[in-house]
């Protein structure tokens, strides 16, 4: 299974960054899939998954600002993270797995300035 | 909130030498529901253990998984050069979020 994620890599602060990431080599109505971030100065973080059916668990420090949507018929799935800051600069990983994390993205840095 | 502490930050090895990488929970890890996953620079994480100690797809056998409960450890038994990397614990269970550990540095 093979994923990409996609989206701006710049966003202002107090907007809503978005991203995707597009599945293929594998059906997406198989896995639960996932959305992590990495910046130097909080290591790994999870951000959340969702299945195809719409069953999602989000990260409660993020959960008021986040939203995980998941399109079968485009095999794509969506992370939207509204009002963000510049603590929200990281590079955004997309995953197959709600737990352990078997294939991932290349990753995506996203930051987020003036 | 599950916090999981790697030790030692950085490691300093040679080939051939047998590599001992520890991660230590703030509580139980629910059903021993932790990874293990090596990240090279400018690379995503790839994962080598689930539940522990189940080798991921295509991990060589020189690695291996170990623990329970809070402490668990990663093992590199005859390091090869692509071995030296950042190797991150993780864990996934009954309480959210998932966290990970700060990441240990193999380094030659």
């Known amino acids: 299974v093979q994923l990409q994620e996609s989206g701006p890599g710049l966003v202002r602060p107090s907007e809503t960054l978005a991203l995707t990431c597009t599945v293929s080599g594998g059906s997406i109505s198989h896995y639960y899939w996932s959305w992590l971030r990495q910046s130097p100065g909080k290591g790994l973080e999870w951000i959340g998954y969702i299945h195809h059916t719409g069953t999602s668990n989000y990260n409660p420090s993020l959960k008021s600002r986040l939203t995980i949507s998941v399109d079968t018929t485009k095999s794509q799935f969506s992370l939207k993270l509204a009002s963000v800051t510049a603590a929200d600069t990281a590079v955004y990983y997309c995953a197959r797995g709600g737990w352990s994390l078997e294939d991932w993205g290349q990753g995506t840095l996203v930051t987020v300035s003036s | 909130e599950i916090v999981l502490t790697q030790s030692p930050g950085t490691l300093s090895l040679s080939p051939g030498e047998r590599a001992t990488l520890s991660c230590r929970a703030s509580q139980s890890v629910n059903s021993n529901h932790l990874a293990w996953y090596q990240q090279k620079p400018g690379q995503a994480p790839r994962l080598l253990f689930y539940?522990?100690?189940s080798r991921a797809a295509g991990i060589p056998d020189r690695f291996s998984g170990s623990g329970s409960g809070t402490d668990f450890t990663l093992t590199i038994s005859r390091l090869e050069p692509d071995d030296f990397a950042v190797y991150y614990c993780?864990?996934?269970?009954?309480?959210?979020?998932?966290?990970f550990g700060q990441g240990t540095n193999l380094e030659i």
């Open positions: 539940e522990v100690s």
């Open positions: 993780h864990q996934f269970g009954a309480s959210l979020p998932y966290t």
